[in-house]
């Protein structure tokens, strides 16, 4: 899994996105909307990462995504 799938169909990641992260509010969604970068500031200011932990954390949850893809388009495509 990569970024450029998860910024692709957006709409259908953000609820996974807000299940990893439940700080982030849906008006951070809504202003992220599927940019890598701005997910990266929104984690630096919302849990007071720092940037390359951020990055850590988003390629840590890409990786669980990837492996579990057939759950996930499960999980996606029924909510």
């Excluded at 996105?17 to 997910?39: P, Y």
């Excluded at 988003?58 to 999980?75: F, K, M, P």
């Amino acid at each position: 899994m990569n970024w450029e799938q998860v910024e692709g169909k957006w709409k259908e990641f953000k609820g996974m996105v807000r299940e990893n992260w439940g700080k982030l509010t849906d008006d951070d969604l809504e202003r992220i909307a599927g940019k890598k970068d701005r997910l990266i500031g929104r984690l630096e200011a919302t849990y007071g990462l720092k940037k390359e932990n951020a990055e850590a954390d988003i390629d840590r949850w890409l990786s669980g995504v990837g492996e579990s893809q057939g759950t996930v388009h499960h999980h996606v495509t029924h909510h």
